[in-house]
């Protein structure tokens, strides 16, 4: 099957550029996972803050919302954990690692029940099985969540930038 691409791209660098720069991030984050985890933490920290500055610019574009109290003390929570975890970026990263850990089990859990519907799939039992164990490991042993956080995003953020570098070379005019 060819991909069918449109060459009338006037700017493809821009595609290789990005793919580039994040194949580059991806190796810097595996040979540096202490600055990168405390990065995430930090990233983590500002992207609350930003979505209790979105919370709060919605409740004062929208008067006349029923729940408008309850989304203003949303916001103010928001806009505090944010500046909170900026600040402490310890803190910050272990809560990354528990939010991490537990969307593991939750995956872990739907696998469980997905077996229950493919007939006692020992396939899904035993997928469901190893990624609590993962989950467990992320929340309850900090080095080994914070390895695994930083080896999955640094592999995520390398293959992103594979596509994004082929994208570019695919737009190039010819």
């Known amino acids: 099957m060819e991909l069918a691409v449109d060459h009338s791209v006037r700017h493809w ?20 996972p202490a600055i990168s985890y405390a990065a995430l933490g930090f990233i983590f920290g500002l992207v609350i803050l930003l979505a209790g500055i979105a919370e709060l610019l919605r409740v004062t574009g929208y008067r006349d919302s029923a729940n408008r109290g309850w989304h203003l003390m949303l916001g103010l929570i928001d806009l505090l954990i944010g500046v909170v975890l900026m600040g402490h970026i310890a803190a910050s990263e272990a809560i990354l690692r528990i939010l991490v850990g537990i969307w593991f089990l939750i995956g872990a859990a739907s696998l469980f029940g997905f077996s229950r519907l493919a007939g006692r799939s020992w396939l899904l039992l035993s997928g469901g099985l190893i990624t609590a164990i993962l989950g467990l490991l992320i929340i309850f042993d900090a080095a080994f969540g914070a390895v695994t956080i930083i080896v999955f995003t640094a592999i995520a953020f390398i293959v992103t930038g594979i596509f994004y570098a082929w994208l570019g070379y695919r737009f190039k005019p010819v």
Do not use: A, E
Not at 23 to 31: E, Q, S, T, V
């Open 13 to 32: 660098w821009v595609f290789l550029i990005r793919g580039i720069l994040f194949i580059g991030l991806g190796i810097y984050m595996i040979f540096s």
